[in-house]
T-cell receptor, first 109, second 118 residues
Framework: GQQLNQSPQSMFIQEGEDVSMNCTSSSIFNTWLWYKQDPGEGPVLLIALYKAGELTSNGRLTAQFGITRKDSFLNISASIPSDVGIYFCARGGADGLTFGKGTHLIIQP | DGGITQSPKYLFRKEGQNVTLSCEQNLNHDAMYWYRQDPGQGLRLIYYSQIVNDFQKGDIAEGYSVSREKKESFPLTVTSAQKNPTAFYLC?????????????????FGPGTRLTVL
């Protein structure tokens, strides 16, 4: 099946720092998605990307759909304590989602 | 309130017993999905259903069964054939895509059920 390689696996940062994470795939995707999961909860969609080269923002979050359609990145600016959680990239499709293994974000005050 | 409910939040079962996890949605969504999450892993698709009385296997369907008799409900049974059933199970729903191959409509997730088999 399709595999998504997400990195880094975890990040330890100071409050106020910017964060960057990315996802790559061996296959071309039509839709890239970024989700956030809080402990013990279901994931919540942050940003959906539908076109190669697309750059989309949601508050302090910015994500881009790579030109090759095989990669995407997510940036978080000026991190705050509530940004803690696990961030997943995913391929979108009507036959269900394919997820990366997640980036665990830990923020030190 | 519109949303997806999963119950119970925590479930304990003895090895060898079948167990059924509940998923209900009142969003009037046609499509529903079941995922499994293991520690340090992303979510993996177990089964999905695009419409009532129809469902398809996902990537890890072995040892699981589902039914879709009503639009609002998509219960998942973890059978004794599932070798490693202890996991966090997440249900999701979405509107139905016109193009089943590549079109994506946002999936909304429930709060999950943590199943522990002793």
């Amino acid at each position: 099946g399709q595999q998504l390689n997400q990195s880094p696996q975890s990040m330890f940062i100071q409050e106020g720092e910017d964060v960057s994470m990315n996802c790559t795939s061996s296959s071309i995707f039509n839709t890239w998605l970024w989700y956030k999961q809080d402990p013990g909860e279901g994931p919540v969609l942050l940003i959906a990307l539908y076109k190669a080269g697309e750059l989309t923002s949601n508050g302090r979050l910015t994500a881009q759909f790579g030109i090759t359609r095989k990669d995407s990145f997510l940036n978080i600016s000026a991190s705050i304590p509530s940004d803690v959680g696990i961030y997943f990239c995913a391929r979108g499709g009507a036959d269900g989602l394919t997820f990366g293994k997640g980036t665990h974000l830990i923020i030190q005050p | 309130d519109g949303g997806i409910t999963q119950s119970p939040k925590y479930l304990f079962r003895k090895e060898g017993q079948n167990v059924t996890l509940s998923c209900e949605q009142n969003l009037n969504h046609d499509a529903m999905y079941w995922y499994r999450q293991d520690p340090g892993q992303g979510l993996r698709l177990i089964y999905y259903s695009q419409i009532v009385n129809d469902f398809q296997k996902g990537d890890i369907a072995e040892g699981y069964s589902v039914s879709r008799e009503k639009k609002e409900s998509f219960p998942l049974t973890v059978t004794s054939a599932q070798k490693n059933p202890t996991a966090f199970y997440l249900c999701a729903s979405s509107t139905r895509s016109r193009n089943a191959r590549s079109s994506y409509n946002e999936q909304f997730f429930g709060p999950g059920t943590r199943l522990t088999v002793l």
